[in-house]
């Protein structure tokens, strides 16, 4: 199984950015997906963006389009989110996601087979 690590969580305010990196590692897929999920607290833990890591295509969850951009740096092997213009409802832990396949936008968890242990994300207003 791939070996998920994030980090970039923090405590920022309402109009700020903030990155969150997930660094992969373990076995190698010919065709997987790259996500985000966050969940915040009595909440289903939702799908944020996802990515194909082989031809770059992206998937954007409607309240997040236009303020947030998942990317991926395959030299260093490393999953980006870039969060701009955050909001509190925006406040969540964030969990980086991979399941194998090439379609986006699986919104389940129960499809994505790999996870990282979150980082929690804190907008203030």
């Known amino acids: 199984q791939v070996q998920l690590v994030e980090s970039g969580g923090g405590l920022v305010q309402a109009g700020g950015s903030l990155r969150l990196s997930c660094a992969p590692s373990g076995r190698t897929f010919s065709s997987y997906v790259m996500g985000w999920f966050r969940q915040a607290p009595g909440k289903e833990r939702e799908l944020v963006a996802a990515?194909?890591?082989?031809?770059?295509?992206?998937y954007c969850k409607d309240s997040v389009r236009g303020r947030f951009t998942i990317s991926r740096d395959n030299a260093k092997n490393t999953l980006y989110l870039q969060m701009n213009s955050l909001k509190p409802e925006d406040t969540a832990v964030y969990y980086c996601?991979?399941?194998?396949?090439?379609?986006?936008?699986?919104?389940?968890?129960?499809?994505?087979?790999?996870w990282g242990q979150g980082t929690q994300v804190t907008v203030s207003s």
């Open positions: 990515i194909n890591w082989r031809d770059n295509s992206t």
């Open positions: 996601a991979a399941r194998a396949g090439t379609i986006l936008g699986v919104t389940s968890p129960h499809q994505w087979g790999y």
